[in-house]
T-cell receptor
Framework: EAGVTQFPSHSVIEKGQTVTLRCDPISGHDNLYWYRRVMGKEIKFLLHFVKESKQDESGMPNNRFLAERTGGTYSTLKVQPAELEDSGVYFC????????????????FGEGSRLTVL | AQSVSQHNHHVILSEAASLELGCNYSYGGTVNLFWYVQYPGQHLQLLLKYFSGDPLVKGIKGFEAEFIKSKFSFNLRKPSVQWSDTAEYFC?????????FGAGTRLTVKP
């Protein structure tokens, strides 16, 4: 079974440019999460989708960040325009619904997309 | 939302030393608790988890963690570390599909 995949693995852009990160969750996982880790700091929650709906987007830093999950499958996270402080590793994770008997609360992570804003 | 505190930012040990990494969380209800590990150049992966039952849980590679409800703690332990345990360790708390992480503890094991 394929795991969570993220693309690109590393993106280097200049301040003011736009970047779109993509996440493909494990098939059948309704929950999809975006997290960010700025170097040396905590893994910070950004937002949580349940299928195509935003369950919680309280962690989104500002309106330069836009996340979508059309059709409830893959998700994109767009940063426009990028600022220096947006640099970090963006992790995507997925899980089965909590109400499901198969759910263990465990999140399965992708390898992350490293964003460097110059 | 719940929060997670990891007290040690960087721990340096020699091989065969014992390890204990602290984790405390703030949430009064039922929680699921996790430790994730990220080895250099790899993605985050699950080390162990607690949902219910025996508060002492065993994970991969000889790690274990003890859930102490009265202390809101879920400390990670290993009796004898190896060089290959060098990694970053993250404690996490899941409350009804809402997963939050601690700041992580970097473990360096000297050969």
């Amino acid at each position: 079974e394929a795991g969570v995949t993220q693309f690109p693995s590393h993106s280097v852009i200049e301040k003011g440019q736009t970047v779109t990160l993509r996440c493909d969750p494990i098939s059948g996982h309704d929950n999809l999460y975006w997290y960010r880790r700025v170097m040396g700091k905590e893994i910070k929650f950004l937002l949580h989708f349940v299928k195509e709906s935003k369950q919680d987007e309280s962690g989104m830093p500002n309106n330069r960040f836009l996340a979508e999950r059309t059709g409830g499958t893959y998700s994109t996270l767009k940063v426009q325009p990028a600022e220096l402080e947006d640099s970090g590793v963006y992790f995507c994770a997925s899980s089965t619904p909590k109400t499901s008997g198969a759910n263990t609360g465990e999140l399965f992570f992708g390898e992350g997309s490293r964003l460097t804003v110059l | 939302a719940q929060s997670v505190s990891q007290h040690n930012h960087h721990v340096i040990l020699s091989e065969a030393a014992s390890l204990e990494l602290g984790c405390n969380y703030s949430y009064g209800g039922t929680v699921n608790l996790f430790w994730y590990v990220q080895y250099p150049g790899q993605h985050l992966q699950l080390l162990l988890k607690y949902f219910s039952g025996d508060p002492l849980v065993k994970g991969i590679k000889g790690f274990e963690a003890e859930f102490i409800k009265s202390k809101f703690s879920f400390n990670l332990r290993k009796p004898s570390v190896q060089w290959s345990d060098t990694a970053e360790y993250f404690c996490a708390v899941n409350v009804y599909n809402d997963m939050r992480f601690g700041a992580g503890t970097r473990l360096t094991v000297k050969p």
